[in-house]
């Protein structure tokens, strides 16, 4: 006999997901589309990100992922609405004092709760904003969860992805208190997901080298969705440099994407993200001489073989 399934429809379809590996340019990118006119303000939801790395690594069914999801952010925009569960901390990106309309939100918590608020943004096609971590890599768990929601997906030079996670100390990432990332232990050895299949070599291998096992790890499976689901009308695709030397025209594509307009807060908003911006490629330079110097060789020339994909994947994105 088959069991039924699980069931859970969600209340809002109007949702867009910005997303990249770690320390592509999220943060960057996130804060003005939620300046746009109908969209909300940003969430950052890290077990959401957790329940979709689980799924992939096979630890959580897929069909409890989706019914788990679907609920969670259902509840997480509802209360967003109500003015539940405010961020006033300063600073963080969540925080309503980085939002485009602060009162606004803080006049939330004084009105009435219930469905007809979730009608009314319904009709006024309200957009739900979120950030998350390997959204494309993870696209076809995403799909399953919704095919309505859109997802704004931003990548980066690997060379600036793996700069980035060493500064935070991801070589090391057993040592963090606040690691989010998903661990593993195997007898006396503990290590991130990244190193499921080869655990053993994860005490032996230098910090650098580390972070780009984690970051090839990632965006190799996150290129080959890309070049999959390239053309899907549901996703949009921007270089961080070029995103953030380009801004004005980029913000235009995200506004037909969307179906919106810039709203008086926007050019506020890109004034503190620093959009547009000059780069400075001898920048590029430093980052690539301290990679080279710490990492092995063999490490430092699989990075620089995907960084022969990146910009095939970068003139195909700025050319479209």
Known sequence: MTLPKL???NFFDNV???????NSGKSMVAPIVS?????EHLRKLIEVDQILHLTNLKKIKRESAVFLIRHYLDKSFYEQLIGRNINFRIGDETSVFTSKNPSELIDRIFIKRGEHLIKKHKKNKTIFCMDTHDGMMLYPIWRDVNRKYKFINIFRNPIENVNGCYNIGQGKIE???FNEIIMFKKNKNIFPLYYLNKYKDYPKTNPMDRV?????????????NYKKYKNDKNCLFFENE???VNSHKNVKKICKFLKTDKSKFTKTIMKRE????????EVYKEKYKKIKFLS???SFQKLLGFEKLFYIRKKETIDK
């Open 7 to 9: 069931y859970k429809k």
């Open 16 to 22: 867009v997901v910005v997303t990249g590996s770690l």
């Open 35 to 39: 300046s746009l006119k109908k969209v």
């Open 175 to 177: 040592k963090i208190i």
């Open 212 to 224: 780009i096992e984690e970051v090839l790890f990632c965006l190799k499976q996150e290129y080959a």
């Open 242 to 244: 070029d995103f953030a």
């Open 274 to 281: 620093r959009c547009p911006r000059i780069i400075d490629p």
């Open 296 to 298: 092995t060789r063999k």
